[in-house]
C-alpha cells in the first residue's frame, strides 16, 4: 500500500506555476504518473546523444505539415493523473500553449532506456497503453536495439517487435519512412 499523496494534474500544474520545485540549489527533473510526482532518473552523454539524433531524424524526415516534434516535453493523460516527459513524442501538428497534447493527438512516443528500462518497458508501457497511445518505442541502451510496442487494447500492447541494427522500423503514422536502426547502434 502506497502512503504517497496522490494530486491531480491540475494540482501539479499549479504547483509549477507557483515554483514549488524550484530551488538555489537544483532544478529536478520530475515527472507525474498516477498522481505521484515522481523523480526521473539522471541522463548520461550516450543518453543525451541518442536523444539528440532521433531528435534530429524527427525534425527532418516525417512529414512536417503533419507533425510536431516534442523533445523532452510532457504529453497530458488527465484519466490517469499523469503527464509523463518522454524523450521524443510525435504529435498531431497543433499549439499546444495552453495545454499539452493529449493521448488523442498522440503519433508515437519514444524512451531512450539505460538505468530505467524496467520502468520504461513495464509502468511507462502500460500507462500509454491504457491511454490507448498506439506506437511506443524504447531504446534499449544496454541491449542496442530498439523495442516498438503497439496495438494496445485492455491496456496491454497486443504487438512488441525488437528491431537491431542495420534493421529499419517504418513509424506507424509513417509507413513510406524509415528510420535505420543504425542511426543509433552503429557497427562498432
Same mark, same amino acid.
Given at each position: 500500500?502506497?502512503?504517497?499523496? #496522490?494530486?491531480? %494534474?491540475?494540482?501539479y500544474?499549479?504547483m509549477?506555476?507557483?515554483?514549488?520545485?524550484?530551488?538555489?540549489m +537544483?532544478?529536478?527533473?520530475?515527472?507525474?504518473?498516477?498522481?505521484?510526482?515522481?523523480?526521473?532518473?539522471p541522463?548520461?552523454?550516450?543518453?543525451?546523444?541518442?536523444?539528440?539524433? !532521433?531528435?534530429?531524424?524527427?525534425?527532418?524526415?516525417?512529414?512536417?505539415?503533419? &507533425?510536431? &516534434?516534442?523533445i523532452?516535453? +510532457?504529453?497530458?493523460?488527465p484519466?490517469?493523473? +499523469?503527464?509523463?516527459?518522454?524523450?521524443?513524442?510525435?504529435?498531431? #501538428?497543433?499549439?499546444?500553449?495552453?495545454?499539452?497534447? !493529449?493521448?488523442?493527438?498522440?503519433?508515437?512516443?519514444?524512451?531512450?532506456?539505460?538505468?530505467?528500462?524496467?520502468?520504461?518497458?513495464?509502468?511507462?508501457a502500460?500507462?500509454?497503453?491504457?491511454?490507448?497511445?498506439?506506437?511506443?518505442? %524504447? &531504446?534499449?541502451?544496454?541491449? =542496442?536495439? %530498439?523495442? &516498438?510496442? =503497439?496495438?494496445?487494447?485492455?491496456g =496491454?500492447?497486443?504487438?512488441?517487435?525488437?528491431?537491431?541494427?542495420?534493421?529499419?522500423?517504418?513509424?506507424?503514422?509513417?509507413? =513510406?519512412?524509415?528510420?535505420?536502426?543504425?542511426?543509433?547502434?552503429?557497427? +562498432?
Amino acid at each position: 500500500m502506497s502512503i504517497a499523496t #496522490r494530486i491531480t %494534474v491540475d494540482e501539479y500544474d499549479r504547483m509549477i506555476a507557483e515554483g514549488a520545485f524550484e530551488s538555489e540549489m +537544483s532544478r529536478p527533473r520530475l515527472e507525474l504518473i498516477d498522481g505521484e510526482i515522481l523523480p526521473m532518473s539522471p541522463i548520461g552523454p550516450l543518453h543525451e546523444d541518442l536523444v539528440d539524433a !532521433l531528435a534530429e531524424w524527427s525534425m527532418t524526415k516525417p512529414p512536417r505539415r503533419t &507533425v510536431r &516534434v516534442r523533445i523532452q516535453n +510532457s504529453v497530458g493523460i488527465p484519466a490517469l493523473e +499523469s503527464a509523463p516527459q518522454p524523450d521524443v513524442a510525435w504529435v498531431k #501538428r497543433g499549439r499546444y500553449g495552453s495545454g499539452r497534447p !493529449l493521448p488523442d493527438v498522440v503519433l508515437g512516443i519514444i524512451e531512450v532506456a539505460d538505468s530505467s528500462l524496467v520502468y520504461d518497458r513495464g509502468r511507462k508501457a502500460r500507462m500509454f497503453a491504457a491511454t490507448g497511445v498506439k506506437y511506443y518505442w %524504447v &531504446v534499449n541502451i544496454p541491449g =542496442r536495439y %530498439v523495442e &516498438v510496442f =503497439r496495438d494496445p487494447v485492455n491496456g =496491454r500492447c497486443r504487438s512488441h517487435q525488437v528491431f537491431k541494427a542495420p534493421q529499419e522500423i517504418r513509424p506507424l503514422a509513417f509507413p =513510406r519512412i524509415k528510420f535505420p536502426l543504425a542511426i543509433l547502434f552503429p557497427k +562498432s
